[in-house]
């Protein structure tokens, strides 16, 4: 068999995987206007699972109505409406054999009230250039409250019966903006020093701890934040060895912040992500997830059998087509449609909904998920469209 590791089952923390293959974090901003979990929601992760996924990770769930990038985002609140929705999400997942992951985040100073309607803050006075917003900077007691607003939400999702909570640590979101010295310009516990750099985290890890299994942890961790002042793989190894001395299970390796999104996208064409994930599979033993521009399973395979992660993460080909595994276990990888931006980079960003007018996750392949109130008989005039410029594209 041409997968011999793709699909070898492995153990993350205390948990059998049935496969290597995992469904990134990606946010499609269809929760409730209370960050409750919709229908949508549930449509949209359950497809996934049943479709041979290993782990399934849900994106963008905050810990704060202002840690939201939108409205419709996931907010994970202690309340009966939410621990319902979330309880029936994890059971969606995992009603077909896959492991489910929620992602715990808060946008920080990159947030946008014309989005959210709330406040944005940061550890310091900051204004993302794409936004255009300064946010207030977080007082010590504002500080400590969020603490314990992660150590919340992770006790609702450990009630929701979710596997795994991964924390995100990138990107330039909060935590990713107290740990880097670009944002991060504060001069009390906070700031300054690299171990006050990581208060922040020390601190929700040691109340999680207390609580919670943290084999059950995972973390999403910047490889490169392609700003001189910013973070790194080796940069840091003191985060990730404080990190591996709590017991966590698992990293997700990613790069870029908001406004440096373009070198993102760059390095993520030119196999740069796979190389974060290698360099840091020599500095950790817990499981890495290599991710980037991973368009087909077997493109997946090699990354695992040149050891630049433990499982492979895929975004937009399971968008495009969320049966990428399901087909490449018949050996129907000929049937596969390819998700566009994955053939030229730039050439569609129908799933990047903070670029739609309306704010509308949506994918132009007729293989697509699509929302419960959307949901035609015919793809037809999709599958003419993906046809035409799939051809137009390979033919530049």
């Not at 449509?43 to 699972?49: F, T």
């Not at 010590?140 to 006790?155: C, T, W």
């Not at 996208?265 to 994930?277: P, T």
């Not at 399973?297 to 499982?311: A, T």
Request: net charge positive; aromatic share 8%.
């Amino acid at each position: 068999m041409k997968y011999n590791l793709t699909f070898k089952p492995i153990k993350i923390g205390n948990q059998k995987i049935k496969n290597r293959v995992v469904s990134s974090a990606i946010s499609i901003n269809k929760a409730n206007k209370d960050g409750s979990i919709s229908e949508n929601i549930l449509s949209y992760y359950g497809n996934l699972a049943k479709n041979n996924i290993g782990l399934v990770v849900v994106g963008g769930a905050s810990v704060s109505k202002e840690g939201k990038v939108t409205q419709n985002e996931i907010h994970i609140e202690n309340s009966k409406k939410h621990l319902i929705g979330l309880t029936k999400l994890s059971k969606e997942i995992k009603k077909y054999g896959a492991k489910s992951s929620i992602q715990i985040c808060h946008v920080g100073a990159q947030g946008n009230p014309k989005l959210s309607g709330e406040r944005i803050v940061g550890p310091s006075k900051y204004i993302s250039p794409d936004i255009g917003v300064e946010c207030d900077v977080l007082k010590v007691d504002e500080i400590r409250e969020i603490e314990d607003k992660y150590l919340d939400a992770i006790e609702v999702a450990e009630q929701a019966n979710f596997d795994f909570f991964e924390i995100h640590m990138a990107h330039g979101y909060l935590l990713h903006e107290f740990l880097s010295p670009f944002t991060n310009k504060r001069n009390d516990q906070y700031g300054g020093s690299e171990t006050n750099r990581m208060r922040i985290i020390k601190n929700i890890f040691e109340k999680i701890r207390k609580k919670i299994d943290l084999s059950k942890v995972g973390v999403r961790i910047s490889g490169d934040d392609y700003i001189e002042s910013g973070l790194n793989i080796r940069k840091q190894k003191k985060l990730i060895s404080l990190l591996d001395s709590y017991g966590i299970s698992y990293y997700t390796v990613t790069a870029g912040l908001y406004e440096t999104a373009k070198y993102k996208y760059i390095n993520m064409k030119n196999g740069n992500y796979w190389n974060y994930s290698q360099q840091l599979k020599k500095i950790t033993k817990n499981k890495v997830i290599t991710q980037g521009g991973i368009g087909s399973i077997i493109q997946g395979e090699n990354l695992l059998v040149e050891k630049k992660g433990d499982l492979f993460g895929m975004a937009q080909a399971l968008i495009a087509d969320p049966e990428i595994v399901t087909k490449s276990l018949r050996e129907e990888e000929s049937a596969v449609f390819e998700c566009l931006a994955h053939v030229k980079v730039g050439s569609c960003h129908r799933c990047r909904y903070l670029k739609q007018k309306d704010f509308n996750f949506s994918c132009v392949t007729p293989s697509a998920w699509q929302p419960n109130s959307n949901v035609s008989s015919s793809r037809g005039k999709d599958l003419e469209f993906w046809k035409k410029t799939i051809s137009r594209l390979k033919n530049n």
